[in-house]
């Protein structure tokens, strides 16, 4: 299976959930359905179909630099590659809920290129009380990613300036955390970065792909 769920797997990740909000996955997927979907956005890039990225949601949806430098596209199931990541999120969804009970309703996620200088400065996926993004993946499509390239992803504390961990976005590495918890960022690329962001939402919305930007 392209999801490298195994038993003991899926109780570390629950158990780091429950303890500190946050885990790091090596290996979690599949270098073999990394390249595809690498692949593809490496053709959306060539093609000029990847978007600026916003920040903010609704009418209060803005494109900002200052904060936030990336370019994405929203998976919705147009490619094998895609539909096949889908299914193995839909089957994690299915397991964050009979653990733990957060009524997990649907999974969205979008490709997100970051290029040499790109960033994002911290921020929180969702707010307290939202009952919106309650749980945050972020693959990684990187092969062969060097420790001097920049583009980690840091996770702190959910008060103050405390470092809870600096995660280098290698191929198959999946980062998980509790979206109104864990505050995060991307530090700058020195090297092109290209990723999976995604969210398990719970909400009343009807169907399966949300666009956010909406």
């Not at 392209?2 to 909000?21: H, I, M, R, S, Y």
């Amino acid at each position: 299976m392209p999801l490298k769920l195994t038993p003991n797997t899926l109780n570390e990740l629950l158990d780091a959930l429950v303890e500190q909000g946050w885990y790091e996955w090596p290996n979690a997927v599949t270098d073999s359905l990394c390249e595809q979907l690498l692949a593809e956005v490496e053709t959306y890039d060539a093609q000029g179909d990847l978007q600026k990225a916003g920040i903010g949601r609704g009418d209060i949806h803005q494109i900002n630099e200052s904060i936030r430098r990336d370019q994405i596209k929203w998976l919705n199931g147009a490619t094998d590659a895609q539909q096949l990541y889908l299914a193995q999120m839909a089957e994690l969804r299915c397991q964050l809920n009979r653990a733990l009970f957060l009524g997990l309703f649907e999974y969205e996620c979008h490709f997100a290129l970051y290029k040499r200088g790109d960033f994002y400065k911290k921020h929180f996926d969702s707010f307290r009380g939202r009952a919106n993004r309650m749980v945050t993946t972020v693959l990684y499509l990187n092969p062969n990613w060097q420790p001097n390239w920049g583009g980690e992803l840091v996770l702190y504390a959910e008060e103050g300036d405390e470092k809870l961990a600096v995660i280098l976005p290698e191929m198959g590495k999946m980062a998980v955390f509790m979206s109104e918890w864990i505050p995060h960022e991307v530090l700058p690329a020195q090297h092109e970065r290209v990723s999976i962001a995604g969210w398990f939402r719970c909400n009343t919305s009807i169907g399966g792909y949300v666009d956010p930007a909406k």
